[in-house]
């Protein structure tokens, strides 16, 4: 399993190890992080959505035209490493569903400038990622 994804799964679980929902968006083939919480988290309901999803285990949605009741009660949102035109919309459904956000971007890119203002960079373990909690 790799280190980041578990130095990221290990920061939702110290921050988020209450919740009664987590939703991964864009989840793509990077399931291990979900797996973790999955296994961590045994009360918490962990939902993993794509678009194209890579298995029976994830969800389709279209963040741009979400399917309200998967995000509803979400105390977490995260995404990893969604593209830049995304990450307005992950924003978007954090706070239409009044929620917390995390988004881990690629290791070359930044967030949406148009986005940092409203986010906190945090450094975990070596492991970039924006917050707004």
Not at 23 to 29: I, L, P
Not at 69 to 97: C, G, M, V
Request: glycine share 2%; no cysteine.
């Amino acid at each position: 399993m790799d280190k980041q994804w578990q130095n990221l799964a290990e920061y939702i679980i110290k921050n988020f190890s209450n919740s009664t929902k987590i939703v991964e968006v864009g989840v793509g083939k990077i399931l291990e992080p979900s797996e973790i919480l999955r296994e961590k988290l045994p009360d918490t309901e962990i939902i993993t959505i794509d678009l194209y999803p890579a298995n029976e285990t994830v969800i389709q949605d279209d963040i741009t035209n979400p399917n309200p009741t998967l995000y509803q009660n979400a105390d977490l949102i995260y995404s990893i490493r969604p593209p830049e035109e995304l990450q307005h919309y992950i924003i978007q459904l954090s706070k239409q569903f009044d929620t917390n956000v995390l988004i881990k971007p690629l290791f070359t890119e930044e967030i949406n400038v148009n986005l940092q203002p409203r986010l906190k960079l945090v450094n975990y373990k070596k492991m970039a990622f924006y917050i707004n909690k």
